[in-house]
């Protein structure tokens, strides 16, 4: 697991910091695949690992701070090299986390294009995003259309089992399925989930830039396959 781009806390924010050295590890997915994440975080925000002696050990928490808009992990790495996902595969990429956030309202997961605005059809094929009490599922079609697929009740300050499982592809053939606490809560065929220069996972806070707010979103036990079982 290595860390990039991003400011390690030292302290507030969290209840224990561990050493500045020390990060969570990530299940196995893909058959010889350990998961690796970079880190793209706005000036003053960070990203740190506490262990609250809850039994989970180290986890992630993304801190962004009031008045910023991002503070993400990005790309899966194996063997030292970035994984390359791709809108061929004959299955599904999913993923799954335990995710905690606090009240303020953000985006916690992007399915993000690569390349700049002028180089993609979708900035972000999928969104998820927690506002109010719930968890959001969005699917984001070509031309800025914007559909939610589903919402389900997101407690902040509660952990919560998320597993997400997307059909990467360049047409319309593609799908998303989003499963909160084993329940399923977004189910959408027929969707374009894979860009002109493909795609690839973020995790964190983003799009938030709330004046007066902090925003934390804490990730644990991240696990990445190609079936729901492997993500539960």
């Not at 290595?2 to 969290?14: E, H, L, Q, V």
């Not at 061929?88 to 399915?111: D, K, L, N």
Request: with cysteine.
């Amino acid at each position: 697991m290595r860390a990039s781009s991003c400011t390690r806390a030292t302290n507030g924010s969290d209840r224990s910091l561990p050493a500045a050295n020390t990060q969570p590890d990530t299940d196995e997915g893909w058959a010889g695949m350990q998961a690796g994440l970079a880190f793209h975080c706005d000036e003053g925000n960070h990203v740190y690992t506490p262990d609250w002696n809850d039994g989970r050990g180290l986890i992630w928490g993304f801190v962004n701070k009031a008045g910023n808009a991002r503070c993400e992990a990005h790309t899966v790495n194996t063997d030292g090299s970035e994984y390359q996902f791709t809108g061929t595969q004959s299955h599904p990429y999913w993923f799954g986390w335990e995710i905690m956030t606090t009240q303020a309202p953000s985006i916690v997961f992007q399915w993000k294009s690569n390349g700049n605005d002028d180089q993609h059809n979708q900035n972000y094929p999928l969104l998820l995003q927690v506002n109010a009490g719930y968890l959001h599922v969005w699917y984001i079609a070509p031309g800025e259309v914007w559909n939610k697929i589903g919402q389900a009740p997101l407690a902040a300050g509660t952990w919560h089992r998320l597993q997400l499982g997307i059909l990467a592809r360049p047409d319309t053939t593609g799908s998303i399925q989003v499963h909160l606490d084993g329940t399923q809560v977004a189910n959408a065929p027929n969707a374009r989930t894979w860009d002109v220069l493909g795609n690839k996972p973020r995790w964190g806070v983003y799009d938030s830039k709330l004046a007066t707010t902090e925003q934390i979103h804490w990730a644990n036990d991240l696990k990445l396959g190609t079936t729901r079982a492997d993500a539960d």
